[in-house]
């Protein structure tokens, strides 16, 4: 299958400090990238659909200033949390579709710790 | 308001014997269902997946069972290895929602000697 990586895959950094956490696909192209967000022993949640060209997409209650997204290539997205509190430490993961659109393939992740 | 849910947060199943994982959803609008394992700090394993115009989907040792009236998805592992202990979410994608998926609360699966 498609391969998807992401770095850093682990950052720890002091509040108020911006974090950028890269999402690429090595091996395809994808016009369209997701970033999610997981808690400990929650869900994945999609925070944001990142488009090539274009703004992204925000889910409802996910800042859009605060989590900046960039899609400046068909094969590199980045998320940048900005000024990054204690309660940003979360596991965030990146994923992009593949030619079935129905198929999505996800990075191996990275762990933000704000300290 | 979540739209998929996993009600067994935890499974313990012995080794040998068969897993079922249940998912539920509410949205209507789902077509497509997809099963991910996930191991700690990593993303997630794509396993299988079902449109919602068949009722089974069967891969090597994993199956799985949608039943659209009663909005409802289940994976079959069978044998059961442990190897298979992980987390599963089940996630959902509804039509032309350009692969936006909707996952679980996942179920952590402990396959035991």
């Known amino acids: 299958g498609a391969v998807v990586s992401q770095h850093p895959s682990r950052v720890i950094c002091k509040s108020g400090t911006s974090v950028k956490i890269e999402c690429r696909s090595l091996d395809f192209q994808a016009t369209t990238m997701f970033w999610y967000r997981q808690f400990p022993k929650q869900s994945l949640m999609l925070m944001a659909t990142?488009?090539?060209?274009?703004?992204?997409?925000?889910e409802q209650g996910v800042e859009k200033d605060k989590f900046l997204i960039n899609h400046a290539s068909l094969t590199l997205s980045t998320l940048t949390v900005t000024s990054a509190h204690p309660e940003d430490s979360s596991f965030y993961i990146c994923?992009?579709?593949?030619?079935?659109?129905?198929?999505?393939?996800f990075g191996p992740g990275t762990r933000l710790t704000v300290l | 308001d979540q739209q998929v849910k996993q009600n067994s947060p935890s499974l313990s199943v012995q080794e040998g014997r068969i897993s079922i994982l249940n998912c539920d959803y509410t949205n209507s609008m789902f077509d497509y269902f997809l099963w991910y394992k996930k191991y700690p700090a990593e993303g997630p394993t794509f396993l299988i997946s079902i449109s919602s115009i068949k009722d089974k989907n069967e891969d090597g040792r994993f199956t799985v069972f949608l039943n659209k009236s009663a909005k409802h998805l289940s994976l079959h592992i069978v044998p059961s290895q442990p190897g298979d202990s992980a987390v599963y979410f089940c996630a959902a994608k509804g039509t032309g929602t350009a692969s936006k998926l909707t996952f679980g609360t996942g179920t952590r699966l402990q396959v035991t000697l």
């Open positions: 990142s488009n090539e060209g274009s703004k992204a997409t925000y």
């Open positions: 994923s992009a579709p593949g030619l079935d659109h129905n198929e999505q393939f």
